[in-house]
């Protein structure tokens, strides 16, 4: 059970100080108690990352939450709304501007003719969650080729002879 990596999103400035991973965000708030911002972006395309989103808001964040997928199931829509997170579908994070640390996010929205910039908005951290990969290292380091998955857009090792259980997220099953 080695687990999963959370991936990022490429875009404009990705490196600067307040910008983390969504599930980075969710643990330093739920293990040490620490908000790392006051004005929150998640931006995702994946549902992980709503759980996140609404920790945050819960506590008294001003949470966007930005999905790069047109569709969103309606568990999702209704985590978002319970917990007061503004939700903005078919948009995507462009551009962090700020120098030493986030001051605000330049916003990407998806038409039928490809990407557009389509304003700002002010923040001090920005949180993304591009999915999750399964950690294959292990059986890499056996031998053991993984296999991409198109479905889960990810690689997962495949079952083998090694005397090696796996289990869970390492084997591309996210739910409990």
């Not at 990352?49 to 008294?60: E, I, N």
């Not at 910039?117 to 294959?136: A, E, H, K, T």
Request: glycine share 10%; net charge neutral.
């Amino acid at each position: 059970a080695a687990g999963a990596m959370e991936r990022t999103v490429a875009f404009g400035n990705n490196d600067r100080p307040g910008v983390m991973t969504a599930n980075a965000g969710r643990a330093y708030l739920n293990r040490y108690g620490v908000m790392a911002g006051q004005r929150i972006v998640v931006a995702t395309n994946n549902d992980s990352a709503y759980k996140a989103a609404a920790d945050l808001s819960t506590v008294g964040a001003n949470v966007s939450l930005m999905d790069s997928r047109t569709t969103i199931s309606p568990a999702m829509m209704e985590v978002a709304g319970n917990s007061g997170v503004s939700l903005q579908t078919r948009s995507a994070p462009l551009n962090v501007t700020g120098g030493s640390r986030v001051k605000g996010l330049d916003i990407a929205v998806r038409t039928d003719s490809g990407w557009i910039p389509q304003g700002s908005d002010d923040c001090d951290l920005v949180l993304i969650s591009g999915g999750w990969s399964p950690v294959v290292h292990l059986m890499s380091h056996r031998g053991v080729k993984p296999v991409w998955d198109a479905e889960q857009a990810c690689f997962i090792s495949p079952q083998s002879a090694e005397p090696i259980t796996m289990a869970g997220s390492m084997l591309g099953i996210w739910n409990t």
